[in-house]
């Protein structure tokens, strides 16, 4: 004779709002891992939400990471860019730290001779009478 098990057979419950029905074998969804009946075991189905709230905090999570690194690589070429111009203000000081500008102008001029007066700009090209041109 068949021993009679007093374990109840439907005991896997549908995590759905206002959905009561009992299923003999689990179905577990695979974004949520809650147990659904039949009519629900699709992420669309039952409103499976947990993950979109997963994916959206991920995604502020990658963007805060982007933004931290870009501002650290900008603050990295900030430092360089500031290094390199001190090194090249140090540079020009220390070699013109002997002379003045007076003294060095004096030098300008005695090894250049008299300065030219400065180049004076061509009239414009519809005043030259060009051949073969008239000019209105």
Do not use: W
């Not at 009519?39 to 409103?47: A, F």
């Not at 220390?94 to 180049?119: E, I, K, L």
């Amino acid at each position: 004779m068949c021993k009679n098990s007093s374990k109840k057979v439907y005991t896997n419950r549908c995590s759905a709002r206002q959905c009561k029905k009992k299923e003999m074998i689990p179905i577990r969804c695979g974004q949520c891992c809650r147990n659904f009946c039949l009519k629900h075991r699709h992420p669309s189905d039952h409103e499976c939400r947990l993950p979109s709230l997963k994916t959206n905090t991920e995604r502020s999570l990658e963007h805060e990471k982007a933004a931290k690194a870009a501002l650290e690589r900008q603050m990295h070429e900030d430092e360089q860019l500031a290094r390199a111009l001190q090194a090249s203000l140090n540079d020009t000081s220390a070699g013109s730290a002997g002379q003045t500008s007076a003294s060095r102008n004096n030098v300008r001029s005695q090894r250049n001779g008299p300065r030219a007066p400065p180049f004076m700009a061509a009239p414009p090209s519809s005043t030259v009478d060009q051949p073969g041109c008239t000019i209105t």
